[in-house]
């Protein structure tokens, strides 16, 4: 009797690493993604406050929501590039497919954040 052995790639390490790298990205595109909004939120409830308040000159709103959009910003990118060196180190042994939908996805969410900062930097929101 003979068993039916899967075909299964050469590497399954460096697929492994891969998707490990993908998990890692997704995790710092959620850390980004709570800090843009969490800025953005702080941003426009402290404003509103400060307007009701009669206070309108007062730039906490703007400096507390530029502080989080910043790092928002800061931690996608710095995830993309972990995520880059990872798999630029793979590329020495092993191909990899650069359009992947994780990849994609952090740069929106890095085009997002240098907006998001422009537009409070500037009060345009």
């Known amino acids: 009797m ?12 460096a697929k ?4 490990a790298a993908d998990r890692t990205l ?4 959620r850390t980004s993604l709570s800090m843009l ?5 702080i941003y426009k409830f ?8 009669g206070h309108g000159d007062s730039q906490s709103p703007q400096h507390i929501g530029l ?5 928002g910003t800061l931690a996608i990118l710095l995830g993309t590039w972990g995520y880059w060196m990872t798999l630029s180190d793979l590329k020495q042994t092993n191909q990899f497919h650069l359009g992947r939908p ?10 997002a954040g240098i907006a998001l900062f422009a537009a409070i930097a500037t009060r345009a929101v």
């Open 2 to 13: 003979t068993e039916d052995i899967p075909n299964l790639p050469a590497d399954l390490g």
């Open 67 to 71: 502080f989080l959009a910043g790092m």
């Open 16 to 19: 492994r690493t891969v998707m």
């Open 37 to 41: 909004s969490f800025g953005f939120t």
């Open 102 to 111: 994780v990849l994609v996805m952090a740069l929106i969410m890095c085009v």
């Open 46 to 53: 402290l404003d509103a406050a400060t307007e009701k308040t």
């Open 26 to 29: 997704m995790a710092w595109i």
